[in-house]
C-alpha cells in the first residue's frame, strides 16, 4: 500500500490519532458538498410558501449548516479545529419532475473555506448533513417519512493534492 493510500488517522500500531499537521504549510482550501431531503409535495408546498409552524425552515437550515460547519471539530473526533474563513448554505425546493428519481424536496449546497494547514471537506459535509436534519426537525410533524440522501463531496480543492472533483 503506497502512502497515499494508507489511512492518515491510524498510526503504525493500529491506533487512531490526529494528524501532525505542524510541518504543513498554510494554503486556500475549499470544498461544496451537497445533501438531499426527499419529501411529500405537501410538505414541500409548505416550506416553500412559508407555512411551516415551526417558521422559516430555509432559513434556520442555512443558519443551522453555518453553525455546524464551525462545530465540526467538536462533533468528529479527529477532525482538526478550524479558523473558517467562509461557510455558505444553499437550499433549493427541487420540485416534481426536476430530479431524474422524480422526488421532491430540499437540495441543500454548502461551501466552505479556509486558509490553513488541513482540508475542509468534513466541515462542507457536516453542513449539508445538519443542514438536511434541520429542515427534517422542523418539518417532522407533518412528514415522518422525509428522507436524507446523497450526502457527499462535490470538490476539494488546495493543499498537497490540489483539485478534485466528482466525476
Known amino acids: 500500500m503506497s502512502d497515499e493510500q494508507k ?46 409552524a415551526k417558521g422559516d425552515v ?6 443551522a449548516g453555518v453553525m455546524a460547519a464551525k462545530q465540526t471539530s467538536s462533533l468528529i473526533p479527529m477532525c482538526h479545529p478550524l479558523n473558517i474563513t467562509k461557510a455558505k448554505v444553499e437550499c433549493d425546493p427541487v420540485q416534481a419532475g426536476e430530479r431524474e ?3 421532491v424536496g430540499i437540495h441543500i449546497t454548502t461551501t466552505c473555506g479556509v486558509t490553513g494547514k488541513t482540508g475542509i471537506e468534513m466541515e462542507a459535509l457536516t453542513a449539508a448533513s445538519v443542514a438536511c ?8 410533524a407533518v412528514d415522518r417519512g422525509m428522507e436524507i440522501m446523497d450526502v457527499r463531496l462535490l470538490k476539494k480543492d488546495g493543499g498537497k493534492t490540489g483539485l478534485w472533483l466528482r466525476g
Open 7 to 52: 489511512l492518515t488517522h491510524i498510526d503504525a500500531k493500529g491506533d487512531v490519532r490526529m494528524v501532525d499537521v505542524s510541518a504543513k504549510p498554510d494554503t486556500e482550501r475549499i470544498a461544496i458538498a451537497e445533501g438531499f431531503i426527499a419529501m411529500h409535495q405537501e410538505t414541500l408546498d409548505l416550506i416553500v410558501e412559508g407555512k411551516a
Open 58 to 63: 430555509l432559513a434556520c437550515a442555512r443558519v
Open 101 to 103: 428519481d422524480g422526488r
Open 133 to 140: 436534519l434541520t429542515v427534517y426537525d422542523m418539518c417532522k
